[in-house]
């Protein structure tokens, strides 16, 4: 009997689907906005029916034996298959996802955070391809990751860990939305670029970056400091400098902690890769440990948007 898994990758703004062969072929995928306008349960509703006209359709006729996998931002209770507390949809706090999903698809069902689909998707068709032991890092609005170890994804007591983004780096350093202070996130995510950026050109007098009036300023985009840098905007390349630098403190605590073989980097603040890799290997030669840091490969994730669903079909996979 044939089987397919079926990826699902419930992100802020957009999900996306795809059928996937055990092998990791994708045979179809498709990808809708994320409505919440109906709050979050009603999303949920939706999701469900979208899934089971996607299975009918894109296998339809075949004897085939079918996996879901899901990939959902934000922290999951494994053990008990619980949402806690997702950013983009709040009022799903404490929503037995797991539960839900088998009750009403009645197909094998495997969930996981978006941040260790995304590592586990570059692990098994992307550019940590073969690796073991690998970290995965993305950096988006927030920065998320996870931590594959002698293959398996570690999950913690609870599932809630590798939470690389929550890594202290300055005790000192400001406010994470996770109520901490200095983690990576502030310094690596895109809203930490904004913020080291408008700090940045406060202290230059208001130099730099395309000369905006202090009005527009407030609402400059990580995109934007990417652009000003391309342009050789002596503020954004110093921002990514820094924000490089600090990368490498975090990729120093994985390396020293873990070991891994690869460190796999995608999001959408890594287009920017020219811009901070120099001073993120930089860091990370310097201050790994010897023996780890010899052979760490730091690279760019290949998967792009696919990652999270290729991710969530490989739990589907390994479900047991
Ligand atoms: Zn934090």
Same mark, same amino acid.
């Given at each position: 009997?044939?089987?397919?898994?079926?990826?699902?990758?419930?992100?802020?703004?957009?999900?996306?689907?795809?059928?996937?062969?055990?092998?990791?072929?994708?045979?179809?995928?498709?990808?809708?906005?994320?409505?919440?306008?109906?709050?979050?349960?009603?999303?949920?509703?939706?999701?469900?029916?979208?899934?089971?006209?996607?299975?009918?359709?894109?296998?339809?006729?075949?004897?085939?034996e079918i996996r879901i996998g899901i990939g959902v931002a934000g922290p999951i209770d494994m053990r008990r298959g619980v949402l806690?507390?997702?950013?983009?949809?709040?009022?799903?706090?404490?929503?037995?996802?797991?539960?839900?999903?088998?009750?009403?698809?009645?197909?094998?069902?495997?969930?996981?955070?978006?941040?260790?689909?995304?590592?586990?998707?570059?692990?098994?068709?992307?550019?940590?391809?073969?690796?073991?032991?690998?970290?995965?890092?993305?950096?988006?609005?927030?920065?998320?990751?996870?931590?594959?170890?002698?293959?398996?994804?570690?999950?913690?007591?609870?599932?809630?860990?590798?939470?690389?983004?929550?890594?202290?780096?300055?005790?000192?350093?400001?406010?994470?939305?996770?109520?901490?202070?200095g983690c990576l996130e502030v310094y690596a995510s895109g809203n930490g670029i904004r913020r080291m950026t408008l700090e940045a050109?406060?202290?230059?007098?208001?130099?730099?970056?395309?000369?905006?009036?202090?009005?527009?300023?407030?609402?400059?985009?990580?995109?934007?400091?990417?652009?000003?840098?391309?342009?050789? %905007?002596?503020?954004?390349?110093?921002?990514?400098?820094?924000?490089?630098?600090y990368l490498g403190l975090g990729l120093v605590n994985l390396v020293n902690l873990f070991n891994p073989e690869k460190i796999v980097?995608?999001?959408?603040?890594?287009?920017?890769?020219?811009?901070?890799?120099?001073?993120?290997?930089?860091?990370?030669?310097?201050?790994?440990?010897?023996?780890?840091?010899?052979?760490?490969?730091?690279?760019?994730?290949?998967?792009? %948007?696919?990652?999270?669903?290729?991710?969530?079909?490989?739990?589907?996979?390994?479900?047991?």
């Amino acid at each position: 009997m044939e089987q397919y898994l079926v990826g699902v990758d419930v992100g802020g703004t957009n999900i996306r689907m795809g059928i996937v062969t055990p092998e990791g072929h994708v045979l179809k995928k498709i990808q809708y906005p994320t409505d919440m306008s109906l709050g979050g349960m009603a999303m949920m509703e939706g999701l469900v029916s979208k899934i089971k006209d996607f299975v009918r359709e894109g296998t339809r006729g075949v004897h085939s034996e079918i996996r879901i996998g899901i990939g959902v931002a934000g922290p999951i209770d494994m053990r008990r298959g619980v949402l806690i507390a997702p950013p983009n949809l709040p009022d799903l706090h404490g929503f037995p996802l797991r539960e839900f999903l088998q009750e009403k698809i009645s197909l094998p069902t495997a969930i996981e955070n978006d941040a260790n689909a995304f590592t586990l998707g570059e692990g098994w068709k992307g550019a940590a391809r073969g690796a073991l032991n690998y970290c995965g890092i993305t950096l988006g609005t927030g920065v998320g990751g996870g931590i594959v170890v002698a293959g398996k994804i570690l999950h913690g007591a609870e599932g809630l860990g590798g939470e690389v983004g929550h890594m202290v780096l300055n005790p000192e350093g400001p406010l994470c939305g996770c109520g901490g202070k200095g983690c990576l996130e502030v310094y690596a995510s895109g809203n930490g670029i904004r913020r080291m950026t408008l700090e940045a050109i406060e202290k230059s007098g208001g130099k730099g970056i395309v000369h905006k009036s202090k009005e527009d300023l407030r609402k400059i985009t990580s995109e934007e400091v990417f652009e000003a840098a391309q342009k050789g %905007d002596e503020i954004a390349l110093k921002v990514f400098n820094d924000m490089g630098s600090y990368l490498g403190l975090g990729l120093v605590n994985l390396v020293n902690l873990f070991n891994p073989e690869k460190i796999v980097i995608g999001g959408k603040v890594s287009r920017a890769w020219d811009y901070f890799i120099g001073s993120t290997t930089e860091v990370l030669h310097q201050r790994a440990m010897k023996g780890q840091r010899e052979k760490v490969e730091i690279v760019h994730a290949e998967c792009g %948007d696919d990652a999270g669903m290729l991710g969530a079909a490989y739990t589907a996979l390994k479900l047991e």
